[in-house]
Nanobody, 123 residues
Framework: VQLQASGGGLVQAGGSLRLSCAAS????????MGWFRQAPGKEREFVAV????????EYADSVKGRFTISRDNAKNTVYLQMDSLKPEDTAVYYC?????????????????WGQGTQVTVSS
């Protein structure tokens, strides 16, 4: 399974970005998909997750109301729409896939990881 994240970049505070993660697996529609991020000098942290069907989502408190996770199983792709970005959102963002198909918040539950995409928010 390969996960390819894209869509990162440099944006001013208050702006928006949409991250995409394309998966090379036939059974994509059975995986739960998550987004994590890691800022310099900090541990990787959970951002958002979506269940296999898209029927359930969970968000970190720090991004609730600003970020939206979604998926298109026909395209084997998961998205992270990020609005009202803040400088503290600056990090490398990783997409990840979990065979469980259910909501998974802990990184250790994910078997597959993408390479990461840099998001930088300037003040």
């Amino acid at each position: 399974v390969q996960l390819q994240a894209s869509g990162g970049g440099l944006v001013q505070a208050g702006g928006s970005l949409r991250l995409s993660c394309a998966a090379s697996v036939r059974t994509f529609n059975t995986y739960s998909m998550g987004w994590f991020r890691q800022a310099p000098g900090k541990e990787r942290e959970f951002v958002a997750v979506i269940s296999w069907s898209g029927g359930r989502t969970e968000y970190a408190d720090s991004v609730k109301g600003r970020f939206t996770i979604s998926r298109d199983n026909a395209k084997n792709t998961v998205y992270l729409q990020m609005d009202s970005l803040k400088p503290e959102d600056t990090a490398v963002y990783y997409c990840a896939g979990a065979k469980t198909g259910l909501i998974a918040i802990r990184a250790m539950l994910y078997e597959y990881w993408g390479q990461g995409t840099q998001v930088t928010v300037s003040s």
